[in-house]
């Protein structure tokens, strides 16, 4: 199985690396929540190849879905067509693919690929996580050596005050900060040792599915900013970290009152 959707998500990068110039831009939500007819283009061809590969399975991805009971479904499809769609606009050089198939309310198998460099990250469950086939595993760093990665819609102005909150916390007790915007990346770097952290107050489940797994298998510790289990029906915080990163992150989050979601 795995092998099969990661060969759909590489021919879905093939559509992002073709794009034009004149990628469509349109607002869905607004000046700073943007689509390009290239989402839908993608994402339109993952739901006909991921359904054909197995049409029993429910579909949920960031640009609508039709399915009413997504959450009773056995099998599940959680896609980000182009993960950093802002990014894609600008000419950055840093979005992904992201597909996670759920099996009874666990991610089982996920594919994140930048279709720009090439990377392709991949996890099954109980079978560890890989870049481009070669297994990969944390760092377990603490935070004077890791590297934090946040993230921050900007269209969710009502957090803005407790992600900088958080952040000013943190930043003088990691070794840097970098922001990246594609939270499926992001993921896939704390997973590959890139970076010991990354955190944000919201994201939706599409954004976090996929690259969930592939941290998990890499030995990372990925929940919400409370520490409770992360939930794939709902829009939720994250924090994912190599675990004496992670450790120390959620204790400090603690300690500091109404910082935590």
């Given at each position: 199985m795995?092998?099969?959707?990661?060969?759909i998500v590489l021919r879905a990068g093939e559509i992002i690396r073709s794009a034009e110039s004149d990628r469509g831009v349109r607002e869905k939500n607004g000046p700073r929540d943007l689509v390009?007819?290239?989402?839908?283009?993608?994402?339109?061809?993952?739901?006909?190849?991921l359904l054909t590969l197995l049409p029993q399975a429910?579909?949920?991805?960031?640009?609508g879905f039709e399915e009413t009971d997504f959450s009773?479904?056995?099998?599940?499809?959680?896609?980000d067509p182009i993960d950093g769609t802002t990014n894609f606009i600008q000419g950055f050089r840093n979005s992904s693919v992201?597909?996670?198939l759920m099996h009874n309310g666990q991610i089982e198998y996920a594919v994140v690929?930048?279709?720009?460099?090439?990377?392709v990250y991949t996890a099954q469950r109980g079978h560890g996580a890989f870049l481009n086939g070669r297994r990969i595993r944390t760092v377990d760093y603490d935070m004077e050596h890791s590297l934090l990665i946040f993230g921050s819609a900007v269209y969710y102005r009502e957090l803005v005050e407790q992600t900088l909150s958080i952040f000013n916390r943190v930043f003088p007790?990691?070794?840097d900060i970098r922001r990246f915007g594609s939270a499926a990346l992001d993921l896939c770097y704390v997973a590959s040792g890139k970076a010991g952290l990354f955190f944000e107050c919201r994201l939706c489940p599409w954004d976090y599915a996929a690259g969930s797994l592939i941290a998990q298998e890499a030995g990372c510790l990925v929940t919400k900013l409370d520490g409770t289990p992360l939930d794939f029906d709902h829009k939720d915080s994250l924090l994912v970290g190599s675990p004496t990163a992670y450790e120390q992150f959620i204790r400090i989050l603690k300690t500091e009152r109404g910082a935590t979601v």
């Open positions: 795995l092998e099969k959707l990661t060969q390009t007819r290239y989402d839908t283009m993608v994402q339109d061809f993952l739901r006909r190849e429910a579909f949920m991805a960031e640009e009773t479904a056995e099998w599940r499809f959680i896609v992201s597909v996670g690929h930048n279709p720009f460099d090439g990377e007790l990691v070794q």
